[in-house]
């Protein structure tokens, strides 16, 4: 499994010599596998995502807030290619899932009727894109604690297993339920959106923070955590010293155009 950061900024991109080393684009993971390729949330990073042509495409969306999804319409690949790219939300049912995109990619909002216009993109419940793929691949989800609700997801092939906790508020009630998720992962990526002094001035606003990520991983079995959704005024400078005070080798602030190679061999 071959993990990619394309975006991991939260609320909005940022730009700018103080933001080039993490990146400014918003969220947006690809998860390689033999079986298919899987992007989870299609902020503005997902422009850069090179499709597959060899394999199922599928794009899992955590919830429909513009930094998860401004950048679907963006991608060049999406407008031409020999396949079907599935889109789909844990969040929602199939109809609730087109209803939104399609509020948001046409009329006012977008130049062309993105759902229709493009017809390889196809809207599919979970539950379909976990029995297309139930040969192949283990998914999951979990309901987070967010505005509006988000959507984990965790992706595991035999060898290998990625969770995505994107957005969350963490609360020490989600604490069995989200190691019931990451206890097996290889990798889970973490909503660090905010420090620990910072958290108690955003309660309700359905972040965590990234000192809260360490704790985590002192009570999951996960073997690594990616800390991701990056406050947008957040710099290459200030990150850095974030990372030098977690102590935790196991927990890292994840860079946009950063692959790690995931496998248990
Ligand atoms: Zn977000
Ligand atoms: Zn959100």
Redesign the pocket.
Known sequence: MRVTFHGVR?SISASGTDFSDYGGHTICTEIMTDAAQIIIDAGSGFQNVALADDRPVVILL??F?H??IQGLGFNPSLFAGPSDVLISSALCSHDATHDHLQRYYSGRYFPIELLSEISRLRVVSFAEVQSIFARDLTLETYGLN???G?AAYGVATTNAKLCCLL?NEYEASQLESLCGLTDDADLTIWDGMFTANELPQFKGW?HSSMEQGVAFMENSKCRRLAIAHHAPHRTDAQLNAIQKTLGDPATFIAKANHTEILTRG
């Open positions: 939260g955590s919830h807030h930094d998860h967010h505005p509006g988000s957005d359905g």
